[in-house]
């Protein structure tokens, strides 16, 4: 597929690292001619020079031939003009960045007036997950399936838990509920479990199941699933704003450490229900004074990635149920995986992987599009929705006579708001929505799945 990538920052250096991964005919453009260099060079795609508004720059991309434009300067408004020239030019799909708060209770006017394909918001995305993991603080990681009737939580095996020694083909037996464990991780390990999977303390296991079944099956297991009530966040950017009017609508207190006394302003004029402290939220003594160790839920999120490791790190054994860190670069994965901080949120990374989902939801031929894309365990598994169409070629047969590859698992099929957990008779219907696990990664079509 032919793409142009405007804006070659973090957001825009991450979304060409995926496509270019994945095959795609990539060029960026920017007007900065050291960010074209090094990002055409690192990835081997194509780069241009020049303004991305400009239709002479962008038939110099090759506009006519394009399939998709994505715009993700840090200008709002350069986003939008893009992609209303490129959609008059060349008539291609258009995704936008948009980050300010006002444009984004807009978004569906804006999205239906200008004709765009996407709009994407990444501190708003990130406040959304960040959210959902202070919700449920005992979950690594949660991601939705099936318009959120369907949940994939992973969590790490403790010490005492009855999990340890129970073969996984007992487990339902043994907890009474309707969920499957998906995918686990041992180590440097990653297993797509059977039925005879043991699971060990340390483990982390990915489990599906439905929102009211999972409360259920951390009960049997003897996991604390209380939602964080109180949350300090630390620094008060566009993420910080976006979270906290989502925990504020949902009952929740928040206290928001800012050092810039304008900001301060500023948020306490739109979150006024919200405790705003103007100092810096990386002094011992003030997070001391403002009774950290009191809080169910810490979230550090100012603008420097160090700040925030460090912030996280000091209060491990201070907050009392949930740390989740923002980090915007995606070098220190690794690293940053071992130290045992708990959740980790990079707001450009999730915002690539929906623009990568859209991507791949266009290649579908099999009449069973991708509505939804997780990547897992640092992007070494992929968890699939795939939407079942009136033109599939997947309906009517029973999933012993598929013959699927190596590492693919059919992990739950969502049917009129119900969960299926699949056995080998069971067959998709129009309709349905299907979650694949799967190790094999960059599938763009269904029929990759198959042998």
Same mark, same amino acid.
């Given at each position: 597929?032919?793409?142009?990538?405007?804006?070659?920052?973090?957001?825009?250096?991450?979304?060409?690292?995926?496509?270019?991964?994945?095959?795609? *005919?990539?060029?960026?453009?920017?007007?900065?001619?050291?960010?074209?260099?090094?990002?055409?060079?690192?990835?081997?795609?194509?780069?241009?020079?020049?303004?991305? &508004?400009?239709?002479?720059?962008?038939?110099?991309?090759?506009?006519?031939? &394009?399939?998709?434009?994505?715009?993700?300067?840090?200008?709002?408004?350069?986003?939008?003009?893009?992609?209303?020239?490129?959609?008059?030019?060349?008539?291609?799909?258009?995704?936008?960045?948009?980050?300010?708060?006002?444009? #984004?209770?807009?978004?569906?006017?804006?999205? +239906?007036?200008?004709?765009?394909? /996407?709009?994407?918001?990444?501190?708003?995305?990130?406040?959304?997950?960040?959210?959902?993991?202070?919700?449920?603080?005992?979950?690594?990681?949660?991601?939705?399936?099936?318009?959120?009737?369907?949940?994939?939580?992973?969590?790490?095996?403790?010490?005492?838990?009855?999990?340890?020694?129970?073969?996984?083909?007992?487990?339902?037996?043994?907890?009474?509920?309707?969920?499957?464990?998906?995918?686990?991780?041992?180590?440097?390990?990653?297993?797509?479990?059977?039925? *005879?999977?043991?699971?060990?303390?340390?483990?982390?296991?990915?489990?599906?199941?439905?929102?009211?079944?999972?409360?259920?099956?951390?009960?049997?297991?003897?996991? +604390?699933?209380?939602?964080?009530?109180? &949350?300090?966040?630390?620094?008060?950017?566009?993420?910080?704003?976006?979270?906290?009017?989502?925990?504020?609508?949902?009952?929740?207190?928040?206290?928001?450490?800012?050092?810039?006394?304008?900001?301060?302003?500023?948020?306490?004029?739109?979150?006024?229900?919200?405790?705003?402290?103007?100092?810096d939220g990386t002094?011992?003594?003030?997070?001391?004074?403002?009774?950290?160790?009191?809080?169910?839920?810490?979230?550090?999120c100012t603008g420097?990635?160090?700040?925030?490791?460090?912030? #996280?790190?000091?209060?491990?054994? +201070?907050?009392?149920?949930?740390?989740?860190? +923002? /980090?915007?670069?995606?070098?220190?994965?690794?690293?940053?995986? #071992?130290?045992?901080?708990?959740?980790?949120i990079n707001p450009?990374?999730?915002?690539?992987?929906?623009?990568?989902?859209?991507?791949?939801? /266009?290649?579908? &031929?099999?009449?069973?599009?991708?509505?939804? /894309?997780?990547?897992?365990?640092?992007?070494?598994?992929?968890?699939?929705?795939?939407?079942?169409?009136?033109? #599939?070629?997947?309906?009517?047969?029973?999933?012993?006579?598929?013959?699927?590859?190596?590492?693919?698992?059919?992990?739950?099929?969502?049917?009129?708001?119900?969960?299926?957990?699949?056995?080998?008779?069971?067959?998709?219907?129009?309709?349905?929505?299907?979650?694949?696990?799967?190790?094999?990664?960059?599938?763009?079509?269904?029929?990759?799945?198959?042998?």
């Amino acid at each position: 597929m032919q793409i142009i990538v405007v804006g070659c920052g973090k957001v825009g250096k991450e979304i060409v690292r995926q496509l270019a991964a994945e095959g795609h *005919n990539v060029t960026v453009i920017d007007k900065n001619p050291d960010l074209v260099k090094s990002v055409s060079n690192e990835f081997d795609v194509m780069g241009v020079i020049g303004n991305g &508004t400009s239709h002479l720059t962008l038939s110099d991309a090759d506009l006519e031939h &394009t399939d998709v434009l994505i715009a993700v300067t840090p200008n709002d408004e350069v986003n939008l003009l893009c992609c209303v020239v490129a959609k008059k030019g060349a008539n291609c799909h258009t995704i936008a960045r948009i980050r300010n708060h006002i444009y #984004s209770t807009e978004r569906n006017f804006i999205q +239906k007036e200008l004709g765009l394909s /996407m709009i994407i918001n990444p501190e708003m995305t990130a406040a959304r997950e960040i959210a959902r993991r202070l919700s449920f603080p005992n979950a690594i990681e949660i991601d939705t399936f099936a318009k959120g009737r369907i949940e994939l939580l992973r969590f790490e095996v403790q010490e005492n838990s009855p999990l340890i020694g129970l073969e996984l083909k007992n487990l339902a037996q043994k907890v009474s509920v309707n969920l499957l464990v998906c995918v686990a991780e041992r180590g440097e390990e990653i297993i797509i479990p059977d039925g *005879n999977f043991v699971p060990q303390a340390g483990d982390i296991l990915g489990i599906i199941a439905n929102p009211k079944d999972v409360l259920g099956f951390f009960k049997k297991i003897k996991v +604390k699933v209380n939602t964080v009530k109180n &949350t300090m966040i630390v620094g008060g950017g566009q993420l910080t704003y976006y979270l906290a009017e989502i925990l504020l609508r949902s009952g929740g207190s928040v206290k928001i450490i800012e050092k810039d006394p304008d900001r301060c302003e500023e948020l306490s004029e739109f979150l006024d229900r919200a405790t705003i402290i103007c100092g810096d939220g990386t002094d011992v003594t003030l997070l001391n004074e403002e009774h950290l160790d009191q809080m169910d839920g810490l979230v550090t999120c100012t603008g420097m990635d160090e700040q925030n490791l460090v912030l #996280s790190l000091f209060a491990r054994d +201070k907050v009392r149920t949930k740390i989740v860190t +923002k /980090m915007s670069h995606v070098q220190y994965d690794d690293v940053v995986n #071992s130290m045992h901080i708990g959740s980790v949120i990079n707001p450009k990374k999730l915002a690539a992987l929906h623009i990568l989902r859209y991507v791949r939801a /266009m290649n579908n &031929t099999m009449g069973s599009k991708i509505e939804t /894309m997780y990547r897992l365990v640092d992007g070494k598994v992929e968890a699939l929705e795939f939407a079942i169409t009136s033109d #599939s070629k997947m309906t009517g047969i029973k999933l012993m006579d598929m013959k699927f590859k190596k590492n693919v698992l059919i992990a739950a099929i969502a049917r009129q708001g119900k969960l299926i957990v699949p056995g080998g008779q069971d067959e998709f219907k129009v309709g349905d929505s299907i979650i694949v696990i799967t190790k094999n990664l960059g599938c763009q079509d269904f029929k990759e799945l198959l042998r």
